[in-house]
């Protein structure tokens, strides 16, 4: 093997590692990079259902108070966005 062929060779094999070093940092960053967005992602989330339990929480406080004034459960479904049922079942719960 000459000289320049030699030389050949090793820009070759150096070309590959430094490819598959690049290629393993890219997949790396992709990692991380994934793992930060599903983090954000799961917060967003994890805010979106807090405050929609938190809704429906003060929905069924309401509902309860009204229910212990005495107010037609109709009345409390339409105010409160309950279902009779669910209504009915504080009711029981409460009783």
Known sequence: MTLAEQLIQ????????????????????GIQQGRQEGRQEGRQEGRQEGRQEGRHQSRV????RLLAEGVDITLIAKASGLSTDQILAFQKSHA
Not at 16 to 23: I, S
Not at 61 to 64: G, I, K, L, S, V
């Open 10 to 29: 090793e820009g070759i094999q150096k070309g590959r590692q430094e490819a598959v070093t690049l290629a393993e940092q890219l997949r790396q960053e």
């Open 61 to 64: 406080e309401m509902a309860t």
